[in-house]
Every structure is written in C-alpha cells, then in structure tokens.
C-alpha cells in the first residue's frame, strides 16, 4: 500500500492539492443521494423497517407529479430519495431496467449552486442539467447537475431558501404500510460513496475529481494491498478541501479469477456506485438492531479476532461482542475504527451498504480488505461468479 497526495495521474490533467485555487467548489456535505427503484414506496417500506429509516417526504401522482413517485426516506443527516418512473419512457425506468435499483444522483450541499456548476463546466465537467430555480410557497432553492461515472450525476444543491419538507413537489408523508412503528438505527452521517470504474478508467476519475471539484487524493490501494489468491482490485481515494467529502473509486485488477469489481460491472451494466458507507457512533447497537430487523452481512470467520488486540491495539469494544456480531476492526496513525459490511441489498450483486464507527481513524479498514476480499469472493461463488 502506497500514501499519496499528488501525483501525475497520467491524463493530462495536473493533479490537484487540498486548498488550490482557495477552494473553488467548497461543498458543505452530502444533501442526500437518490436511487432510482423498481418500486418506490415498496423501497421506502424497506428502508425504513430494515435500516431503520423514517419516511418524511414523498411525492407523485397524489401531489400533481404525473411522471415519477419519490419517497423521502431520512435517518440522522442522511437523506435518500427513492424514485421510480411512473412510465416506462421516464429515466428512472429505463435506468432500473439496465442497472437495477441503485444510486442514480449524488447530490451535494454547496453555498452557491451557479458558481459550482460553473467552475465544474469551465473546467472540462459534462452538463447533466443547467441552473433551475424550484419554488413553492414554502422559498426556492437552485440546483444544477454535471454527469459522472457511466449514468451516475453529481448535482449540486442550494436550499438555504426553502423552508419545506424537501422540495417543491414534495409534501409530508403518510404512513406507509409495512414500514410503520420503525426506530432508529443509530446511522447519523454518509461517511463515504465508493465507485467501481471499469479497468484502466481510475486514473481518469481521479482527475476528474482533481481537476473539476478540486479534490486532492488521500490514499492510494494497489493490488497488492487489496488481493487474494484469485482476484485483486486497486482503489485511490478523492477528498474535498475540507476532508469531509470522499469518493472512494475502485478499478479491478488483472487475477486469476473475476474480481469482486468485474462481478459489478458485469451485473450493473457499467460502472456505477458500489457502496455507501454510514456513520453511527454506537455500531455494536446499529449492528444488533439492523440484525434484528433482518439485514443480512458478509460472513466473517472466528478466526479474524483469534489476535484482533495483539493486530490493532487496546480498543474500548469488548472483543466477543465484535466476534458476535461479525464487526472488523482496524487502526492508523489517528486512531481506530469498525466496521461491517451487508450483503447487496437487491438481487443484483450491486449496491450494498458498510456501517463504519470511527475512533480518530481517517482511513478505510486497510488491514481489513483481505478478509474483506475473501468474505465477497466466497458471496461471489455462491452466486457462480467467481
């Protein structure tokens, strides 16, 4: 594993540091990502009685939407919108039809929604969709959007205006059937949004993320870091210039067998979103509730925490609880974390979720990818695609 803050990335873009330019594209956190589903309000229902989120917010036919239905579904400071086409021309449907549920908009909270979508354009971004103004009586708020990794876009987001549930379109939700008498997780934050991008396109994000948001890259996995006898992948991590905005983007690596990358691809149809990390401060109580509720995680042997302590040093968790539950552990220079990943949360061996609870650590579980690695190549022959 190699540390790296610049680089020549080999695209003809020069990569950018941390503060360049003062920041020309500050972001102030993730608004919320959108997916695009197959059944929207059967989705919230999932979301909300599984992951323990609360649906706040919805829209379509009932509320004069007549090509979409959304629900708004929130836990702590994370927001995700579940659309799904109301005809099978609308964007969302074709979408799902190629990639399955998954994240279609990753939308970030930015103070000034025309400034940032004018840097990111005069500096090489594609248009997704130019500045529009929302507004209903409740304020207006403006937003814009850049395309991203294959049908993935980026939009940027100023609601400083609005005083609504959501948005314009948007009223306060009913309760939904089967989703009703939920509580909380425990998940308070997006933590990071990790891409799978076809072999040799890396570097090319990479730059993206330098030279059109002004990102630095953090970290850099090779494939000797993240490998097993079969399969390896190779990973760069891009931050903002605040360090609280991450883009993990994995690209596979030449094995002896279909890498964990390539099963994505392959399934996805095209590079696209592979994960969400959410925060909890409490992750052994997130992990018994979301197991109580029936989300199901990657496997992790008895073996792994014969010597965790003697591997990672004195943490406050009690070693057997961890065990229990299937929780990893790692440490850096910062500190340490925990961590737990689910399975895909859909047929498709696609999206799924990790659930990290940090103790100063600013890494991402290095010393957890080969059990990691392993845990989703036994999923992957499981599934007979190994």
């Not at 308070?188 to 396109?201: F, K, P, Q, S, Y």
């Not at 964990?260 to 052994?284: K, S, W, Y």
């Not at 991402?364 to 392993?374: D, E, W």
Request: charged share 25%; with cysteine; aromatic share 10%.
């Amino acid at each position: 594993m190699s540390l790296v803050t610049t680089e020549t990335n080999g695209t003809g873009y020069p990569a950018a540091t941390a503060g360049a330019d003062d920041d020309f594209c500050p972001i102030l956190g993730f608004d919320h990502l959108e997916l695009y589903v197959g059944n929207a309000k059967q989705s919230a229902a999932y979301y909300c009685h599984a992951f323990g989120f609360e649906c706040t917010a919805v829209r379509g036919l009932e509320t004069g939407e007549r090509a979409r239905a959304s629900y708004l579904v929130e836990q702590g400071d994370i927001r995700l919108l579940l659309t799904s086409g109301l005809h099978s021309s609308h964007h969302a449907a074709r979408s799902v039809r190629r990639h399955g549920d998954s994240v279609a908009v990753i939308a970030l909270s930015v103070p000034d929604a025309d400034a940032a979508f004018d840097a990111a354009v005069a500096r090489g971004a594609e248009v997704a969709a130019a500045p529009e103004t929302a507004a209903d009586e409740h304020g207006r708020f403006r937003h814009a959007s850049i395309r991203l990794y294959g049908d993935c876009v980026l939009q940027f987001i100023d609601r400083r205006g609005y005083g609504g549930v959501f948005g314009p379109g948007f009223q306060a939700a009913p309760v939904i059937p089967g989703a009703a008498g939920g509580s909380s997780c425990g998940l308070v934050a997006i933590d990071h949004v990790v891409a799978n991008v076809e072999l040799g396109r890396m570097n090319e994000w990479v730059a993206f993320f330098s030279q059109v948001l002004g990102f630095s890259q953090l970290v850099h996995f090779d494939d000797e870091a993240i490998s097993t006898e079969y399969s390896a992948l190779m990973s760069k991590v891009m931050q903002d210039g605040t360090g609280t905005i991450k883009f993990p983007i994995n690209e596979p690596a030449e094995g002896r067998k279909k890498s964990q990358i390539e099963e994505f691809l392959e399934f996805h149809e095209g590079p696209g979103v592979q994960h969400v990390a959410c925060r909890t401060n409490d992750i052994l109580g997130t992990v018994s509730r979301l197991r109580e509720n029936g989300v199901e995680f990657l496997h992790v042997p008895a073996a792994y925490y014969e010597d965790l302590e003697q591997r990672v040093g004195k943490i406050d968790e009690p070693i057997d609880r961890l065990a229990e539950l299937g929780i990893l552990a790692d440490r850096d220079e910062d500190g340490y974390l925990l961590q737990i990943f689910t399975k895909p949360v859909e047929d498709r061996p696609t999206l799924f979720y990790e659930i990290i609870e940090r103790h100063g650590a600013t890494g991402f579980g290095a010393g957890n990818f080969k059990s990691l690695f392993v845990a989703l190549e036994r999923e992957q022959a499981a599934r007979g695609n190994l």
